[in-house]
């Protein structure tokens, strides 16, 4: 039931304030690697597990809390996780060695899996119906605008203050969050409002944070560099094996932490299908396009940063445009419309030349940019709309770990194929992949767009094969 008059909006503040803060903490953190390695005499291979030990609590164990939220309510789960989040900070921000970093970096991924996995429902209850997309668009644009100026602020607080004052400000922040939540009735959980006791599925837990680490290991080319590539093929048994286990396990029990059944609902299955491809994509544009920039065409590494910043700017406004979209049309045009938009743009990636003018990847950039503020909110207000009340939750949570591997993905298979490409276009596969040949790289660039190109027009077909969305969410 919607929550109305001013709590509506305290509510919707504080899960905003939570949205940014662990989008902020992811981003922010990332900047501040060379400078923390540095400062704890410390390799930046040994510093990269803080960043992982926080993207796999955060990706691992999403769907686990977003089905905790539904059974046992969505407001207590994200109060822990504003609480985890809080005091995570503060004890990163007292660390004295990499394994202590590492080690509060995950606590801090477990309250923001918390919080994530939470505040999208929690914003979609705050409104009726009518204006679920409008919802959407709050929470993405709390999210776009932790991703934004995440880089901003670590790189200011770095240069001008300490690196601990990057996880000072994050507690300070959560602090409020948790000083500050709003005082609302007990939400009615499905483990309540049931007769028969709802249990956690901690069998189907463990499994899901064990996939997210071998999926991690695959595909991230950092814990290659760790471990060394022979030991992919072993990784790649042990996940597939790992798969079977899980889902073996979770068609016997009882309470599964991920419903199987809901993947026969054709809509939904469409539709989580073409968001990890919109989002495979963004990973591939963000892997290959600051090579391109920085070392085809010569641009300067701060306007490199620069021309990154378009898409998030035009993100943020067309998610509200998508949001209230969806909530006159319905979902299926503001998503064609964001998909077509992402089409145009990779398709102007693949007209880039050694000589390009910065103004088209700068217009690339923002089709992008366009595409998805148009067709997430869209996208998302009918995933989470097409399944029953009780598995909202579940969805959300799968939502953000199909965006997380979606770009995991993209910067696995955008290098794959730049690789490729540079030793087809070569004549020789034994050639390494050298950013300074601009005609070789811009030639297995355009390799990427096509295969992108390819990936989009595929969405685009899962998004109207998907049929109509459920009459309780908004007309189609």
Same mark, same amino acid.
């Given at each position: 039931?919607?929550?109305?008059g ?14 940014f803060?662990t ?5 922010a953190?990332?900047?501040?690697l060379?400078?923390?390695?540095q400062?704890?005499?410390s ?18 164990l999403?769907?686990?809390f ?5 059974i046992?309510?969505h ?5 822990? #996780?504003?609480?985890?989040?809080? *005091?995570?900070? +503060? /004890?990163?921000? @007292? ?7 590492v %080690? =509060? ?32 668009a ?6 776009y605008?932790?991703?934004?100026l ?9 240069e ?9 400000v ?33 069998v #189907?837990?463990?499994?899901?944070? *064990?996939?997210? +680490? /071998?999926?991690? @290991?695959?595909?991230?080319r950092k814990?290659?560099e %760790? =471990? ?7 990784v790649a ?11 073996r ?7 599964p932490v991920v419903?199987?059944p809901?993947?026969?609902?054709r809509?939904f ?13 963004t ?11 920085q ?20 993100t943020?406004p067309f998610?509200?445009i ?10 299926k045009?503001p998503?064609? /419309?964001?998909? @077509?938009?992402t ?8 007209l880039?030349?050694v000589?390009?003018h910065?103004m088209l990847?700068g217009?690339?950039?923002c089709?992008?940019g366009?595409g998805?503020?148009?067709f ?5 207000t ?5 399944v029953?009340k ?7 949570g799968?939502?953000l770990?199909?965006?997380q ?10 290098g794959?194929?730049l ?17 300074k ?9 355009h ?8 990936l989009?027009?595929?969405?685009i ?16």
């Amino acid at each position: 039931m919607p929550v109305n008059g001013h709590s509506r909006w305290t509510l919707l503040g504080n899960v905003l304030l939570g949205q940014f803060l662990t989008w902020l903490a992811a981003r922010a953190f990332a900047v501040s690697l060379p400078t923390i390695a540095q400062a704890l005499d410390s390799s930046i291979l040994a510093m990269t597990w803080a960043l992982i030990a926080y993207q796999l609590a955060a990706v691992g164990l999403s769907i686990v809390f977003g089905r905790l939220g539904d059974i046992y309510g969505h407001r207590k789960v994200c109060n822990v #996780g504003f609480v985890t989040v809080t *005091l995570s900070s +503060l /004890l990163c921000s @007292l660390a004295q060695s990499v394994p202590q970093l590492v %080690l =509060f970096r995950f606590v801090e991924g477990v309250g923001g899996a918390m919080v994530r996995s939470t505040s999208r429902v929690l914003a979609l209850d705050a409104f009726p119906e009518r204006e679920q997309g409008k919802a959407n668009a709050y929470v993405n644009t709390a999210n776009y605008s932790g991703l934004f100026l995440g880089p901003v602020m670590g790189g200011f607080l770095i240069e001008y203050v300490h690196w601990r004052a990057l996880f000072v400000v994050l507690f300070l922040m959560g602090l409020a969050g948790v000083v500050f939540k709003p005082k609302l009735e007990e939400e009615t959980s499905s483990s309540e409002a049931s007769s028969n006791p709802v249990s956690v599925d901690y069998v #189907g837990s463990a499994f899901l944070l *064990l996939m997210t +680490l /071998l999926v991690t @290991l695959l595909l991230d080319r950092k814990v290659t560099e %760790l =471990f060394g590539a022979g030991i992919k093929a072993l990784v790649a048994l042990a996940l597939a094996g790992s798969l079977f286990a899980f889902i073996r396990h979770e068609g016997k029990t009882a309470n599964p932490v991920v419903h199987l059944p809901i993947f026969k609902n054709r809509f939904f299955t469409l539709s989580i299908t073409s968001h990890l491809i919109v989002q495979l994509i963004t990973g591939l544009i963000v892997f290959i396009m600051p090579f391109y920039l920085q070392n085809v065409i010569g641009m300067s590494p701060s306007r490199v940063g620069t021309m990154f910043l378009f898409h998030p700017l035009m993100t943020i406004p067309f998610s509200w445009i998508g949001g209230i979209m969806t909530d006159k049309m319905g979902s299926k045009v503001p998503a064609a /419309l964001g998909l @077509l938009a992402t089409l145009t743009g990779v398709l102007l990636g693949s007209l880039l030349r050694v000589d390009s003018h910065w103004m088209l990847p700068g217009a690339m950039l923002c089709l992008t940019g366009i595409g998805q503020g148009l067709f997430f909110p869209s996208n998302q207000t009918a995933i989470i709309g097409s399944v029953p009340k009780e598995f909202r939750g579940l969805a959300n949570g799968m939502l953000l770990t199909t965006s997380q591997l979606g770009l995991l993905l993209g910067t696995s298979f955008g290098g794959f194929l730049l690789s490729w490409g540079f030793g087809y276009f070569s004549g020789n596969f034994k050639t390494a992949l050298d950013v300074k040949n601009g005609p070789l790289f811009v030639s297995a660039l355009h390799l990427n767009y096509y295969a992108a190109a390819a990936l989009c027009l595929f969405a685009i077909a899962a998004s109207s094969l998907r049929g109509r969305l459920p009459a309780r969410v908004g007309g189609e």
